[in-house]
């Protein structure tokens, strides 16, 4: 079975920043594609940021400059540098990874249970 673990998250004032990181746990023989997804109250949920097994990244348009994803594939860890945050920024965060292991071999996709950012004057 597969876990992933979040943290990082918090209250911030407008213009500061966070770091996010979810380390993956558990029987894993790769590990693929990795992402960050945000849900706002009221809204649907949006992908914030991934980066691919080849750290290939790709950002919303609104986070980009702002926002960097980056892994460390040994430590099976995926991380979201957050900077200059705005109010619109605040959010449940969720990770996202794409992993193989003896379950599901082709790959399946991971979800953390998720963790507040609040951005707030």
């Known amino acids: 079975q597969v876990q992933l673990a979040e943290s990082g998250g918090g209250s911030v004032q407008p213009g500061g920043s966070l770091r996010l990181a979810c380390v993956a746990s558990?029987?894993?023989?790769?590990?693929?594609?990795l992402g960050w997804y945000r849900q706002a109250p009221g809204k649907q949920r949006e992908l914030v940021a991934e980066?691919?097994?080849?750290?290939?990244?790709k950002y919303l348009d609104s986070v980009k400059g702002r926002f960097t994803v980056s892994r460390d594939t040994f430590a099976k860890e995926l991380y979201l540098q957050m900077n200059n945050l705005r109010p619109e920024d605040t959010a449940v965060y969720y990770c996202?990874?794409?992993?193989?292991?003896?379950?599901?071999?082709?790959?399946?996709?991971?979800w953390g249970q998720g963790i507040q950012v609040t951005v707030s004057s």
């Open positions: 996202n990874q794409h992993i193989a292991n003896n379950e599901f071999p082709w790959g399946h996709e991971y």
């Open positions: 980066i691919t097994s080849s750290d290939i990244p």
């Open positions: 558990g029987s894993i023989i790769a590990i693929y594609t």
